[in-house]
Nanobody, 123 residues
Framework: QLQLVESGGGLVQPGGSLRLSCAAS????????IGWFRQAPGKEREGVSC????????DYGDSLKGRFTISRDNAKNTVYLEMNNLKPEDTGVYYC????????????????WGQGTQVTVSS
């Protein structure tokens, strides 16, 4: 059974950091493009960052560049999202998903999803 499980979310103060994990079972992560998406209350799900099976990375959103970093540990079959200098507008549910490509980077093109992990940035 193909499964993705996110973890690492929580409550953090502005300026703080979190590292999210996306662990896969039933398939090998580096056979897919793995994307991180997020969804804030009342908003559409948006792409954050994506890593291809080749290891090439695509980041999305000028406000995220330099703060969020995606990486992959093939031995652990896990993809990470390191988030630094977090801001209140980063609050939302973060999802990882597996698909065929990072382009186009839209949720509809991703086949397998985790259940999401809540990130709340607040003082």
């Amino acid at each position: 059974q193909l499964q993705l499980v996110e973890s690492g979310g929580g409550l953090v103060q502005p300026g703080g950091s979190l590292r999210l994990s996306c662990a896969a079972s039933g398939f090998t992560l580096d056979d897919y493009a793995i994307g991180w998406f997020r969804q804030a209350p009342g908003k559409e799900r948006e792409g954050v960052s994506c890593i291809r099976s080749s290891g090439r990375i695509s980041d999305y959103g000028d406000s995220l560049k330099g703060r969020f970093t995606i990486s992959r540990d093939n031995a652990k079959n896990t993809v990470y999202l390191e988030m630094n200098n977090l801001k209140p507008e980063d609050t939302g549910v973060y999802y990882c998903a597996a698909g065929g490509s990072c382009i186009p980077f839209r949720p509809i093109y991703y086949d397998y999803w985790g259940q999401g992990t809540q990130v709340t940035v607040s003082s």
